[in-house]
């Protein structure tokens, strides 16, 4: 589902982001990227979602080589992917519905169906009954929920989260990434980049470290 090949990225003042990065992750696994501030964890994720191109090897999702998708075609490829941020990135002037239904809206669906997706998101990360909630009323932790609601209301192939836990006490992070679990047990590949290895160490999953920008543990599939 996601193939990194000897991948390397260097930016323009000579940093090197990524070296030699090589590992895959298969369908409906779920894994978590860990290593120090600034060891290429964002960049890994960047890179999946075409924000960023590698300078050196090959990114693969979903069977596609991604050198091969053009300008155009970056939205396309970027409907398959949900991400979850660390500080929920949502519309505070906007109601959790409308939040959720934000890239549904942009996508184009019909007004019935959105409504029936973001219902059926909201229900699965337990917020149904606040809908017409602002989030400035909800709780750190139910405001990450309606972020996961709206990174998997289109339904993605593939679930990214960016410290999706680092503003939450320890019993809320464990409940989000049983969240998360719960998404891997339906069909979606996630990926999950924490600095939490006490609480991802407990969760048996596969733990893919970085270290200055080289893949340095949980490579293999």
Do not use: C, W
Not at 90 to 96: K, M
Not at 148 to 170: Q, S, Y
């Amino acid at each position: 589902m996601i193939s990194f090949e000897r991948v390397s990225k260097r930016y323009e003042e000579g940093h090197d982001a990524l070296r030699e990065v090589s590992f895959t992750i298969e369908k409906d696994e779920l894994v978590f990227l860990t290593g120090h501030s600034g060891a290429g964890k964002s960049t890994l994720l960047r890179l999946i979602m075409l924000m960023d191109r590698p300078t050196r090897g090959q990114v693969t999702v979903d069977e596609t080589g991604l050198h091969s998708v053009s300008r155009r075609g970056i939205p396309h490829h970027r409907r398959k992917i949900g991400v979850v941020f660390q500080n929920h990135q949502l519309l505070y002037d906007r109601s959790v519905f409308d939040n959720v239904a934000l890239p549904l809206i942009i996508a184009g669906y019909d007004h019935r169906e959105v409504g029936r997706r973001v219902r059926a998101a909201l229900d699965k990360v337990g917020l149904l009954a606040r809908e017409r909630a602002m989030p400035v009323t909800l709780s750190g932790g139910e405001q990450q929920r309606v972020g996961i609601a709206r990174a998997v209301v289109g339904k993605p192939k593939i679930l990214l989260a960016d410290e999706p836990t680092g503003n939450l006490d320890p019993d809320l992070s464990a409940e989000i990434m049983r969240l998360f679990e719960d998404f891997r047990q339906v069909g979606v590949t996630v990926l999950i980049a924490s600095h939490d290895l006490v609480l991802i160490s407990r969760l048996h999953h596969r733990i893919m470290t970085l270290q200055e920008g080289r893949l340095i543990a949980g490579g293999g599939a």
